[in-house]
């Protein structure tokens, strides 16, 4: 079975550009995280998906981070603009639901913003 | 809100040491537990959970009792070898009847072997 694949692996953005980071889930899962990774914080929920519908939408990311479910197989996470305090590694995670079961995570896309 | 607590910052041992990582949980209802593992340029891997109080989980050598009296969930290993090099996380997931999914994870612990 696939895993979670995402795309890029890493990606390189001047401070002020967009970029769009991609997540396919699990085939067949429906909730879907995106998360962020830092050294100092460690992981931080940004959004959370039940099919295309938002449950929960992390405060402290909302005004330039927008995570959306294009279809069931299909998410983006746009960052505009990028700032360098946004470089992090960036994953996405996906469960079956109804729960509690364990969410599955793709390797994640590692940004540097200059 | 829900927070876990585990061994802070770093864990080394020599090859063959018995690797114990805490693990406390603080929450109002009756959360399933669960520890992840991460390597280099990974994402979290899903180790094992447990449900309900007493359980026991276990996978790859690894195991950890969930006991709601003292509200933790201990990781432990035997016998440490220097591919369970990596860092462990333990997390707490909303308990049954919330509708929700999400997991609450702790910083981070990072065992690594002593050469």
């Known amino acids: 079975d696939a895993g979670v694949t995402q795309t890029p692996r890493h990606e390189v953005a001047e401070k002020g550009q967009t970029i769009i980071l991609k997540c396919e889930p699990v085939s067949g899962h429906n909730d879907l995280f995106w998360y962020r990774q830092t050294k100092i914080q460690g992981l931080e929920l940004l959004s959370y998906?039940?099919?295309?519908?938002?449950?929960?939408d992390g405060g402290a990311f909302k005004d330039r981070f927008k995570a959306e479910m294009l279809n069931s197989s299909f998410s983006t996470l746009k960052i505009q603009p990028t700032e360098p305090k946004d470089s992090a590694v960036y994953l996405c995670a996906s469960s079956l639901w109804p729960g509690p079961y364990e969410q599955y995570f793709g390797p994640g896309t590692r940004l540097t913003v200059l | 809100g829900d927070s876990v607590t585990q061994t802070e910052g770093q864990v080394a041992l020599s090859e063959e040491d018995f690797l114990t990582i805490h693990c406390n949980y603080s929450?109002?209802?009756?959360?399933?537990l669960f520890w992840y593992v991460q390597y280099p340029g990974e994402g979290p891997q899903f180790l094992f959970r447990?449900?309900?109080?007493?359980e026991k989980g276990s996978s790859r050598g690894f195991e950890a009792t969930y006991n709601k009296e003292t509200t933790s969930f201990h990781l432990q290993k035997a016998s440490v070898q220097e591919s369970d090099s990596a860092v462990y996380y333990c997390a707490l997931g909303e308990y049954p009847g919330t509708g929700s999914n999400r997991l609450t994870f702790g910083k981070g612990t990072k065992f690594s072997l002593i050469p």
């Open positions: 998906f039940r099919s295309k519908s938002l449950m929960e």
């Open positions: 929450a109002s209802g009756y959360p399933a």
């Open positions: 447990a449900s309900r109080d007493k």
